[in-house]
């Protein structure tokens, strides 16, 4: 079974995986750290021209962010081997979903 993830759980995953801090992303996107919390929340979508300086600050493919929700970089799947932390994390965006 798969589960796409949101555009907010896909910046959530890959802030974390990039180890920033909302103040830190807010910071460099020159927003409210609140306003990053609402988007990973699902609270609020960023329109597309907005995921531009967003995935410059993460590291990201524009693209990747916008159309692919389900995927995961291979850095992060080879976290996801060692780092207990990075399991929990993924678990918790996909709501449970054990594979």
Same mark, same amino acid.
């Given at each position: ?17 990039? !180890? ?10 020159? %927003?409210? #750290?609140?306003? *990053?919390? @609402? ?20 590291? !990201? ?10 995927? %995961?970089? #291979?850095?992060? *799947?080879? @976290? ?20």
């Amino acid at each position: 079974m798969q589960a796409d993830l949101t555009i907010g759980q896909t910046l959530r995953l890959l802030r974390r995986q990039r !180890a920033l801090t909302l103040s830190t992303l807010a910071a460099r996107l020159g %927003v409210d #750290p609140s306003y *990053v919390s @609402r988007v990973e929340n699902g609270q609020l979508t960023p329109a597309r021209v907005h995921l531009a300086p967003w995935a410059e600050a993460v590291g !990201a493919d524009v693209d990747a962010i916008h159309y692919g929700f389900g995927f %995961v970089p #291979p850095d992060l *799947v080879n @976290r996801l081997w060692t780092d207990n932390q990075a399991r929990r994390d993924v678990r918790e965006l996909l709501g449970g979903i054990h594979a």
